[in-house]
């Protein structure tokens, strides 16, 4: 007979589930979720400093939530064997990147992020994964360095961006090209 798993452990391992990987250690999980709750407190003050609206500073605390607590996930051993194990993994990461629109939705919410920046960021990191996703395995590593120092470039001093916005670009860069793509530690 088995002992009955508590509703709220049963609900938490889901949670973990989803916002990590399963099969998360103790320490992933804790590192993960400090640095999001960092990452959301840092994004809601910048965005309350610079005097953005309320709804604005909770989709900010949401994305800080999501960039920096996903850079540090997607470094984890159990995301690496999420994503990077099958013959599925080269679409599999690259859905995933697709799926993160948060500049042009931060674009069409806050007429201060301009769709020229929202869209070419979107689009190079989007190309940028294929790339990096349907490489060979020792090509993947340079090549998303290269598409990420160069997006990071662009993102820094070619585009416009409102100064207390400038994070998100670069975390969103380092989080899908560097933290995703690249296979992360095996588990042990």
Not at 44 to 65: D, M
Not at 71 to 95: C, D, K, L, P
């Amino acid at each position: 007979m088995t002992t009955p798993v508590p509703l709220s452990q049963g609900v938490a391992s889901r949670l973990n589930d989803l916002l990590i990987a399963p099969g998360s250690t103790r320490m992933e999980r804790w590192l993960s979720y400090l640095t999001a709750f960092v990452g959301a407190g840092v994004a809601a003050a910048i965005g309350a400093a610079a005097g953005y609206p309320s709804p604005i500073i909770v989709v900010l605390a949401v994305l800080g939530f999501d960039l920096f607590g996903g850079a540090v996930v997607n470094a984890t051993a159990a995301v690496s064997r999420r994503f990077h194990t099958g013959v599925t993994a080269a679409r599999r990461q690259v859905i995933f990147v697709a799926a993160h629109v948060h500049l042009p939705v931060l674009a069409l919410i806050l007429p201060a992020y301009p769709w020229s920046t929202a869209i070419t960021l979107y689009a190079g990191t989007l190309t940028a994964a294929v790339v990096v996703a349907t490489a060979g395995p020792t090509s993947k590593r340079p090549l998303a360095f290269a598409a990420a120092a160069g997006l990071l470039v662009v993102a820094v001093t070619l585009l416009p961006t409102p100064p207390a916005l400038a994070w998100l670009a670069p975390l969103l860069i380092l989080k899908l090209l560097l933290g995703h793509l690249l296979p992360g530690p095996r588990a042990t």
